[in-house]
């Protein structure tokens, strides 16, 4: 990883037996626009580590932006986008619970990354 990244987490609850299904969806509705906006997916994890039907699923996805102005960039964008509102406001509450969103950087590098 480079010095100066910084890493997204969307950490997503599903609703039972919705885990997969949410990823395709994810993947194929919301991850390529997060690209176009300067994200980078670096890992897709999912808990427990079997897709189950009687239980919620915990998902995270992990993106990595550069630096503190490509994550005010990622968001200023996002937030202008229909896209992305409505995937987060009509498509995904079919398949979450809950849903939480971290920016979160390496604690070596916490003075280097606040310096914007």
């Known amino acids: 990883m480079a010095a100066d990244s910084l890493w997204i987490v969307d950490d997503i609850t599903v609703k039972p037996g919705q885990g997969k299904a949410f990823v395709d ?4 509705e919301y991850a390529p626009g997060a690209v176009r906006r300067g994200m980078t997916l670096l890992r897709r994890m999912v808990e427990p580590a079997v897709w189950v039907d009687d239980q919620p699923n915990r998902i ?6 550069p630096d503190a102005a490509a994550v ?3 968001k200023f964008d996002g937030r202008g986008d229909p896209s992305v509102i409505s995937w ?29």
């Open 60 to 65: 995270l996805f992990v993106w990595t932006v």
């Open 25 to 28: 969806a994810y993947m194929r």
């Open 72 to 74: 005010w960039a990622t």
């Open 88 to 116: 987060w406001t009509r498509r995904a509450p079919a398949f979450i619970e809950s849903r939480t969103r971290m920016v979160m950087g390496d604690v070596d590098e916490l003075e280097e990354l606040s310096d914007v």
